[in-house]
């Protein structure tokens, strides 16, 4: 009983370590304005986010060989005025296609506002509304 209680524990942590390191990377705090997400499986999709205005901005390598955070465009942009934290990045997997921003006080309503991450012209990585 004891070696099959030793061998549970030993899957369960295992488990919990790989789920832990295949999360997406944030600096998260709770009600904060500005939140900074990183994909852990490619470092170039790590954004910076106006939970409040919806803003995004992507980390990028400046030709001096620094690194600044560039604006990226929303497609459509939501122009609606909020006070308080509305937006999150949801990364659900490897792929960038699996990159979602979220209105999140119009998710559950049939105007849901979601955006998915996209490779538009000039390999340029913006924002696109899921319709």
Partial sequence: MKK???VFVVL???IQIYAQESQAVS????????EVIQNPN?????????????NVFL???TKSGGFAWE??????KDNTKYTEPTYQIFIGGIAAADTFLINTNLINTKNGRIWNLVQGSNDKILWE???
């Avoid at 600096?27 to 500005?34: C, D, I, L, P, V």
């Avoid at 604006?71 to 459509?76: F, K, N």
């Fill in 71 to 76: 604006q990226m465009d929303v497609y459509p």
């Fill in 59 to 61: 980390l990028v390598q």
């Fill in 4 to 6: 099959l209680l030793f």
């Fill in 129 to 131: 509304e899921i319709e």
């Fill in 12 to 14: 369960f942590t295992t």
């Fill in 27 to 34: 600096t998260e705090m709770n009600n904060a304005r500005f």
């Fill in 42 to 54: 490619a470092r170039k999709y790590t954004f910076y986010l106006d939970k409040v205005e919806g």
